[in-house]
């Protein structure tokens, strides 16, 4: 099993950055992939970004440019670097771990609030 826990959420201004960190109970080199999803009211979840055991890295689109997914392996944490965020980034960022003990194992962190004013 694998224990995530978020931080780094809060309230920007349009144009402006955040940094998320997902800290895991366990190295990232035990883990297939971590990354986050998003969640906004009436839409469906969405997933923004991951990043594998060797650092390979995935973007949606509509983040690719702004959005950059890095991890520090003496950390066993990962971050979420959001910069230029718009208003439609607005949402509950949940951190997720892919396939630590089994291909299908899934694990979620708490949660953390991002809010765009615009």
């Known amino acids: 099993q694998v224990q995530l826990v978020e931080s780094g959420g809060g309230l920007v201004q349009a144009g402006g950055s955040l940094r998320l960190s997902c800290a895991a109970s366990r190295s990232l080199f035990s883990i297939n992939y971590m990354g986050w999803y998003r969640q906004a009211p009436g839409r469906q979840r969405e997933l923004v970004a991951h990043i594998n055991s060797v650092g390979s890295t995935y973007y949606a689109d509509s983040v690719k440019g702004r959005f950059t997914i890095s991890s520090d392996n003496a950390k066993n944490s990962v971050y979420l670097q959001m910069n230029s965020l718009k208003s439609e980034d607005t949402a509950v960022y949940l951190c997720?771990?892919?396939?630590?003990?089994?291909?299908?194992?899934?694990?979620w962190g708490q949660g953390t609030q991002v809010t765009v004013s615009s």
């Open positions: 997720y771990a892919l396939g630590v003990l089994a291909p299908s194992d899934i694990y």
